[in-house]
């Protein structure tokens, strides 16, 4: 998982799986929770504040 899109392998003895998916917005990918339960996998990840590395400049 990237802060923009996420990638998907599944193998089994029959078939091979694989995506590649965009995100709308960035994410904490190091804050993901993937959780997979009844043959859905489901990934819970906080979007990123994007004011968090903002900085004020004065104007003259």
Not at 40 to 56: G, H, R, S
Request: glycine content about 4%; proline content about 7%.
């Amino acid at each position: 998982m990237h802060g923009d899109s996420f990638f998907i392998k599944e193998e089994t003895e029959e078939l091979l799986y694989i995506g590649s998916y965009a995100i709308c917005c960035p994410v904490k990918p190091t804050e993901a929770k993937p959780k997979y339960k009844n043959g859905l996998l489901k990934i819970d990840v906080p979007f990123k504040d994007l004011m968090k590395d903002a900085i004020e400049v004065k104007i003259e």
